[in-house]
Structures are given as structure tokens and as C-alpha cells.
């Protein structure tokens, strides 16, 4: 039998994301990942009783926190590492279960897919391979529910000053963030491109390449995203009023192609 925390609180505390990001000591750091669960939470609840997908899990922070509203709700990671801690924590939950992304199962039948932070980090043939994934998992007129970091215009300057603070406070791994010249910051500041780095890393499963936050540019993702479903919402977090010039990251709510027809753009929040 698996050990469990004794409240709701301390499962999500348990995860190492949750403790680097949610319960974070810097004020700023919480609150901006605080706000983004906040947000994801209201976005899916409109399928609530369905089934629920979270493609790249992590270590099932979100999972936790929706799981008692879906009659099944699916945590795919890659780390096979991070999923067998993920069922250690989490795996006595009802409805709870994780899988490595590559074995998902039912095709076009979850309610809902969640995609938070991943697209970010692949490189881009895989990234464009996942939106493929993505859409051929969700349900007809189910909803596919994105989020990727904001890392061009005025607000990186801001998201740049706060990661230095909290590296200087060795929170979480912002100690080893990327760092900008300063002729890349300008440039970005300014929607201009910037040459993002591969990193190489030996995992698990084998050695694996992926990019960090640096240079990546929600626009082109969203463009790809239209290609492929209908986009129904578009928000901002933490400021939703503000768009993408005060905030750190971009949302998407889609639908499939194929329930362009049924789907009816939300009004902005």
C-alpha cells in the first residue's frame, strides 16, 4: 500500500515542482504559478465528471488538484523516474493513474487535455509532433488546454530581474537559469528572435535534447496550434487584463478542427 501525506495540502507540498514553485518562499515566485493552477483549474472544470488527461505531468501537482472532480484522470510524463514517484505519492487516488506519454491510451476520448509548460522545452519537430498527439487524444468537442512560458516582449525583462532575486536567494533552480546579453534581452524585448540552446542530458531512457525557456516565442506556437484545432480562448496569467505585454504566461483553449462549427470564441476575461 502506498504511503500517503496526511492532508490535501501535504500531497501537493510533497512534489518537488509544487515546493520549488507553488509554496516557493519568494512572494512573486508563488504567486505567479499559484495563479496559473488557479486559472487551470477554471478552464477544465466546464468537463468536470469526465475524463482528463495531463500530457507532461511532472510530478502530478495539477493531477492532484483536479482528480475528485473527473471520473478518471491520466498523468503522462517521459521520466519514468518522476512517474514512479508520481504513483508513490499519488497512485491510491480515485481515478488516479500515470503512464508514460508514449503508452497513452484512448485515442478520442478524454474530455480534456492539459499540456502546461512542456511545448516550451521540445525541440521543434517534436513539439509539432505533440500538437499532432494532443489533437488526436481529445474527445470530439472536448477542450485541449495550453500553457507556455512568455519569453518575448516587456514583461521578460521583469520575469529575468525576478528569476535573478531568486537565484540570489538560491530558490528553487533559478541559480542556473539562462541567462541573456545585452543585446539578446533588447532584441527580445522587441519581439526579435534569439538563438535558443540545446541542452543534452542522460536520462533514464537514454541521452534526450531539449531546450530551456530562452528564445522561445509563444506566437509561433500558437500559430501551429491554429493549424491544427479551433482556439477558443486565448488569457494571460497572472494578470489576465493585462495581455502578453505584463505577464508571464500565455494560455490556449482549443477544440479540435473538426468542431470548428460547435465552437464559439469566449469573451476575453
Known sequence: MNR???????????????????????????????SRFDLARTLVAPRAGGRLLDYGCGD???VAMVHADFRETLGADVDRGQLRECA???????????AMTRDVDGAGTWDVVTCMEVLEHCLEDERRRVLDELTRLAAPGGLVVISVPIEVGPSLAGKQLFRALAGLRRLGDYEHRERYTPIEMIRSIFGAAVPRVRVEREGPEGRYTYYGHKGFDYRDL???LAERMTIVRRLFTPLPLAGPLMNSQAWFVAQ????AREARPAPAP
Open 256 to 259: 479540435h478542427l473538426g468542431t
Open 222 to 224: 500558437e500559430r501551429e
Open 88 to 98: 508513490l505519492r499519488l497512485g491510491d487516488l480515485p481515478g488516479v493513474r500515470f
Open 4 to 34: 500517503e501525506p496526511s492532508t490535501a495540502d501535504d500531497v501537493l507540498r510533497s512534489g518537488d515542482y509544487a515546493r520549488k514553485q507553488i509554496y516557493c518562499p519568494s512572494r512573486v515566485v508563488a504567486w505567479s504559478h499559484g
Open 60 to 62: 502530478g501537482t495539477f
